[in-house]
């Protein structure tokens, strides 16, 4: 299924676990230096040891990618992704928080948390994307996002690495499109 709306996102958000570095490296790799809008990245990470994610997903691709501080600004075409241990949440249309709140579903930083408050602060400006992983993380974030009128895009269950976490989201919430990760990298860079 191809998106079913033109999409000109101002906030794009995107939430993984199992699987998920290769996924994201795929479509971050896909960014053009033009990219207008920020991301936002949540991945299920280990508390307990330093990530080396932003790292990863910024090698010999277009965008930076930088791990997201407390109060940073925003920019159009920039990567942030949470850091370990902490909820990563948009603050407001200039910048995002950190927070060290519970858990949620096990998870900190939690997809949950990212979507919904991007939903809240953007509305209808959200693009989320959900992609693999083993938890119902993410679900309600979708609902939230649709909710207000932005756009979902869920991985295909089939082309997951891990089908639970994109198969919760379809049940629960339903999607704007579901994609191949081939097919989301192609649409994310076609925004330009």
């Known amino acids: 299924m191809t998106a079913s709306r033109p999409v000109q996102p101002q906030l794009v958000v995107i939430g993984a676990s199992a699987g998920g570095v290769t996924a994201l490296r795929q479509l971050i790799s896909a960014l053009p230096a033009t990219f207008p809008a920020p991301v936002l990245i949540v991945l299920h990470l280990p508390r307990d040891r330093p990530s080396q994610l932003a790292q990863v997903l910024g090698r010999g691709g277009a965008v930076p990618v930088c791990e997201a501080a407390d109060k940073q600004r925003l920019a159009p075409g920039h990567v942030y992704v949470a850091p370990p241990d902490y909820h990563l949440l948009v603050e407001d249309r200039d910048s995002v928080a950190l927070s060290v709140d519970e858990p949620v579903?096990?998870?900190?930083?939690?997809?949950?948390?990212?979507?919904?408050?991007?939903?809240?602060?953007?509305?209808?400006?959200?693009?989320?994307?959900?992609l693999t992983g083993a938890s119902s993380d993410g679900s309600h974030g979708v609902a939230a996002v649709r909710r207000v009128g932005g756009v979902a895009w869920v991985q295909d269950p089939e082309d997951a690495d891990v089908a639970l976490m994109?198969?919760?989201?379809?049940?629960?919430?339903?999607?704007?499109?579901?994609?191949?990760?081939?097919?989301?990298?192609?649409?994310?860079?076609?925004?330009?």
């Open 166 to 192: 994109p198969a919760s989201a379809l049940a629960h919430a339903g999607a704007d499109a579901v994609l191949t990760l081939g097919q989301m990298a192609r649409q994310l860079a076609a925004l330009t």
């Open 105 to 130: 579903l096990f998870s900190r930083p939690s997809i949950d948390v990212l979507f919904e408050s991007a939903a809240h602060v953007f509305g209808g400006g959200v693009l989320a994307l959900l």
